[in-house]
């Protein structure tokens, strides 16, 4: 049997339903660099957030609630007549766009034929990551949940296919 890190199945599904459903918005996994003003925008990025083991009802499970954080990167048109607010506006858009291509979705993680479902929590935008942030160029985290079971004693890394 092989060993497959299930916490980045579960990323690996959500950032491949993103980039499926906003063709042309680059999306990377796991990115801890700065976003460079002159990067390609918009971009997202999908990285693990924090997670909690709970106990399952099932023998020899434990349910794992994870998070997601989706970074959406953006800016203003060029020649905005208001750029503050064109971003604003073009944050919100990218926003709208990675809610419609999650909401309702069931994603299959690809181990065991099990299958995620993740929900909105929060959204922050100004996101910090960007380098050298122009007045022109913005972005938000998008704060999802999602839930799993997990092998008792293997948490939301492993589990075995």
Not at 42 to 67: H, K, N
Not at 108 to 130: H, T
Not at 139 to 159: C, D, E, H, K, L
């Amino acid at each position: 049997m092989a060993v497959a890190p299930t916490i980045s199945a579960c990323l690996d599904a959500i950032a491949a339903r993103l980039t499926a459903q906003l063709p042309g918005v680059p999306v990377q996994r796991g990115r801890r660099s700065a976003i460079s003003p002159e990067a390609t925008l918009p971009r997202l990025v999908v990285r693990m957030g924090p997670w909690s083991e709970q106990e399952d009802e099932s023998f020899g499970l434990t349910l794992i609630r994870a998070e997601a954080m989706i970074e959406g990167y953006t800016r203003a048109p060029l020649n905005a007549t208001d750029p503050d607010k064109a971003l604003e506006d073009a944050m919100a858009d990218l926003h709208a766009r990675c809610q419609a291509a999650l909401a309702g979705q069931e994603l299959a993680i690809g181990i065991a034929g099990d299958s995620i479902m993740p929900e909105g929590e929060r959204f922050e935008p100004d996101a910090p990551l960007i380098e050298l942030a122009a007045d022109a160029v913005g972005g938000f985290t998008w704060i999802v949940s999602f839930q799993f079971r997990a092998a008792i004693g293997t948490g939301p890394y492993t589990t075995t296919t």
